[in-house]
């Protein structure tokens, strides 16, 4: 003995007449079979409703109604649970409308004994494959949630990871220059909030805030002398100062995480004109993310304190970023942000100032007011 115990057939047999019930019933049984009788399709559906089957066989024609309304009721109740059609009739069309209304099979009165197994046994070995194949699909549908719930804690902990790196990045350049201290997160900020209110998809969000964040990354090549120096920079070290764009880029296009981000910091000082630098893109030529930052950027470069001069007001800002609209800016994007209320700037810059709020805790999908 294996321990194991083998669960007997449950089958109702449903016929108005008793002599053939208790026929049907008998042999049944005899094969080992546990039987429920009813002598109506009423009956039988209460009797559905009290004790679960593994298969009812019905005759089609009853005095209380046709055997096909009962497939029907069981059909709608108990999809799958397979129902074995028993009749006198002798009409072809008879068995193909109870195989069309979802009979599993056909039996023609009288019938043999040995017949009526192997009916009952195809009809049972039927119902067993239904029943794994549908214990099949759902541990399966387990498995792939339990992966899937897996591959997403997977991918929040390597987008955690991420923001780490950021955070060492921008704390690197931090120490190097300390004129940007502040400035990167302030500028995220403003990016995120500017591309929530022109409709940008919080998955292109996340490359546009990265490229933002790091955009100054490519001054952690530029000499000391010439990125410290308190003066006016002469036209070499101008030149040498301008190519922290394309250092920058070289930097992060080969960490696979910031490629994407790594063309908005090669084009972070292009202008709407074609008059920026390093390679003087104009229009669309330079990414929608470029362009946002942009505005972004002079309006936390006009608002913030710099060693030759005091910040100046986000009324001022407004109204510098209007007169270069077209110019420097694309002036779709600057009228996004004209529609935007100072509040919304004072309100970030107040937090990121107060808070030294990292990087790893801006909300993409809430910074800022979505498109209208």
Not at 229 to 249: A, F, N, V, W
Request: proline fraction near 5%.
């Amino acid at each position: 003995m294996d321990g194991k115990t083998t669960q007997v057939a449950r089958i109702l047999v449903v016929d108005d007449e008793a002599p053939v019930r208790t026929m049907i019933g008998a042999t049944l049984e005899h094969h080992g079979y546990e039987v429920q009788l009813a002598d109506s399709g009423s009956h039988a559906l209460e009797a559905l409703a009290a004790n679960p089957v593994d298969l009812v066989l019905t005759d089609i024609v009853m005095q209380d109604g046709n055997g096909m309304a009962l497939l029907e009721r069981i059909r709608a109740e108990h999809p799958h649970l397979p129902v074995v059609m028993v009749s006198a009739i002798h009409d072809i069309s008879v068995a193909i409308d109870s195989m069309r209304r979802g009979a599993y099979d056909y039996l023609l009165k009288p019938f043999e004994r040995n017949h009526l197994i192997a009916t009952v046994q195809r009809a049972l070995e039927h119902r067993k494959a239904l029943q794994d194949d549908r214990n099949y699909q759902q541990n399966l549908e387990l498995v792939v949630r339990a992966r899937t719930e897996m591959l997403r804690q997977a991918m929040e902990d390597l987008e955690h990871s991420y923001d780490v790196t950021l955070e060492a990045l921008g704390d690197a350049l931090d120490l190097k220059d300390s004129e940007t201290e502040g400035h990167s997160k302030r500028v995220t900020a403003y990016t995120i909030a500017l591309a929530r209110a022109m409709g940008i998809t919080p998955a292109e969000i996340r490359i546009i805030a990265r490229g933002a964040f790091l955009h100054d990354i490519g001054k952690m090549a530029i000499p000391d002398e010439i990125l410290r120096k308190p003066g006016k920079l002469t036209p070499g070290e101008q030149e040498i100062m301008r190519d922290h764009c394309s250092r920058g880029y070289n930097i992060l296009r080969k960490i696979p995480f910031l490629s994407e981000a790594s063309a908005i910091v090669y084009t972070h000082q292009e202008h709407f004109d074609g008059s920026g630098y390093p390679r003087g893109l104009g229009g669309t030529e330079i990414p929608i993310g470029a362009r946002i930052f942009a505005v972004a950027d002079a309006l936390d470069a006009i608002t913030s304190d710099r060693p030759y001069r005091k910040a100046r007001s986000f009324d001022a800002a407004r109204a510098e970023i209007l007169r270069c609209s077209g110019a420097q800016f694309d002036p779709a994007v600057v009228e996004v942000f004209l529609k935007i209320p100072d509040e919304l700037w004072t309100e970030l810059r107040t937090e990121i100032n107060s808070q030294s709020q990292p990087y790893s805790t801006f909300d993409i999908e809430k910074s800022g007011p979505a498109a209208s």
